[in-house]
Antibody, heavy 119, light 108 residues
Framework: EVQLVQSGAEVKKPGESLRISCKGSGYTFTRHWIGWVRQMPGKGLEWMGIMYPGDSETRYSPSFQGQVTISADKSITTAYLQWNSLKASDTAIYYC????????????WGQGTLVTVSS | SYELTQPPSVSVSPGQTARIACSGDAFPKQYAHWYQQRPGQAPVLVIYKDSERPSGIPERFSGSSSGTTVTLTISGVQAEDEADYYCQSADNSGTSYVFGTGTRVTVL
């Protein structure tokens, strides 16, 4: 059974750094693109970026390029989303997703990680 | 940037049919996929590749495509179908992805 299990909720202050995680299991981690989706409070879904753990190729939405970093550790089948300096506007739920290879849909979703940035 | 446009809301009585349209310039070159998000839950894929249904998704969910518009149809709507629905696709290059603006389905 494919599972994406994300790290727990975080409360941070503006300017702080943060890395949240997403552990994949039940499939070959290096053979499927894994990405991140943002949902701000009361708003819709926004695609942030995606990575192929097999060769670390990474693509970002223009809206998030330079704002976050997506990475992965193949040895522990875990993907990461990182911020160097958080802003209040980063407050949101972040979902990791696994892309289906034949159709480019996001067939599997993590449970979501709530990030709250407040002074 | 590439955008997918959906109506903000659709209201339907139980047992009736709900149709949600999604417009985008990359259709039909790129596939459309649909997600259901109930309050407080992660989204769930309900339709992929325009009209394919993942295992476990009820047959009342179907998808279709015509020109630059794709449509999610929920036949015989049930109270449990009350949720937000999002279309998703790729841009013309196929290397960047986008979600639609989202449609809230209310079961009267």
């Amino acid at each position: 059974e494919v599972q994406l299990v994300q790290s727990g909720a975080e409360v941070k202050k503006p300017g702080e750094s943060l890395r949240i995680s997403c552990k994949g299991s039940g499939y070959t981690f290096t053979r499927h693109w894994i990405g991140w989706v943002r949902q701000m409070p009361g708003k819709g879904l926004e695609w942030m970026g995606i990575m192929y753990p097999g060769d670390s190729e990474t693509r970002y939405s223009p809206s998030f390029q330079g704002q976050v970093t997506i990475s992965a550790d193949k040895s522990i089948t875990t993907a990461y989303l990182q911020w160097n300096s958080l802003k209040a506007s980063d407050t949101a739920i972040y979902y990791c997703v696994r892309r289906q290879e034949s159709a480019h849909d996001f067939e599997f979703w993590g449970q979501g990680t709530l990030v709250t940035v407040s002074s | 940037s590439y955008e997918l446009t959906q109506p903000p809301s659709v209201s339907v009585s139980p047992g009736q049919t709900a149709r949600i349209a999604c417009s985008g310039d990359a259709f039909p070159k790129q596939y459309a996929h649909w997600y259901q998000q109930r309050p407080g839950q992660a989204p769930v894929l309900v339709i992929y590749k325009d009209s394919e249904r993942p295992s476990g998704i009820p047959e009342r969910f179907s998808g279709s495509s015509s020109g630059t518009t794709v449509t999610l149809t929920i036949s015989g709507v049930q109270a449990e179908d009350e949720a937000d629905y999002y279309c998703q696709s790729a841009d013309n290059s196929g290397t960047s992805y986008v979600f639609g603006t989202g449609t809230r389905v209310t079961v009267l």
